[in-house]
C-alpha cells in the first residue's frame, strides 16, 4: 500500500509539473491588453465630488416606516423564539429529583 501511495504521488507531481506553463518574463501582457491601453487614450479621472442624490421626503419616509415594520417583525419573531426555548428547557437533575419527592408519598408502614 505504500509502494502505490509513493507512485501514486510521484505521477501526480511529475503531471502538474508537466502541465504548468511558466509564463516568460517578456510577456507582461498580452497583445490585446496592450491594444486596449493604446486605444484608451483620454485616462478620464474621477470626478471630485461625488454628487447627493436625495430621495423624495414621501419617499424617504415610506422606507423609514417599512424598515421599523421589518425590525419590530424582527424583534417579534426573536421574543418568541426566546420563549419557546425557555418553554422546552429541561431542568438540571436536581429539580427533577426534588419534583419527583413532592409528588410521591413515602410508604405507609
Given at each position: 500500500m505504500k509502494h502505490v501511495l509513493f507512485v501514486l504521488c510521484v505521477t501526480l507531481g511529475a503531471g502538474g509539473c508537466a502541465v504548468i506553463d511558466m509564463p516568460a518574463s517578456d510577456d507582461a501582457n498580452p497583445s490585446w491588453v496592450d491594444e486596449r491601453l493604446a486605444r484608451a487614450g483620454d485616462r478620464r479621472e474621477a470626478p471630485p465630488v461625488v454628487p447627493v442624490t436625495s430621495l423624495p421626503q414621501s419617499e424617504a419616509g415610506a422606507m423609514d416606516a417599512a424598515t421599523q415594520r421589518l425590525l419590530d417583525e424582527r424583534a417579534a419573531m426573536q421574543a418568541e423564539a426566546?420563549?419557546?426555548e425557555e418553554e422546552?428547557?429541561?431542568?438540571?437533575?436536581?429539580?427533577?429529583?426534588?419534583?419527583?419527592?413532592?409528588?410521591?408519598q413515602p410508604p405507609q408502614q
Open positions: 426566546v420563549r419557546r422546552n428547557r429541561r431542568g438540571d437533575a436536581s429539580d427533577f429529583v426534588s419534583d419527583g419527592q413532592a409528588r410521591t
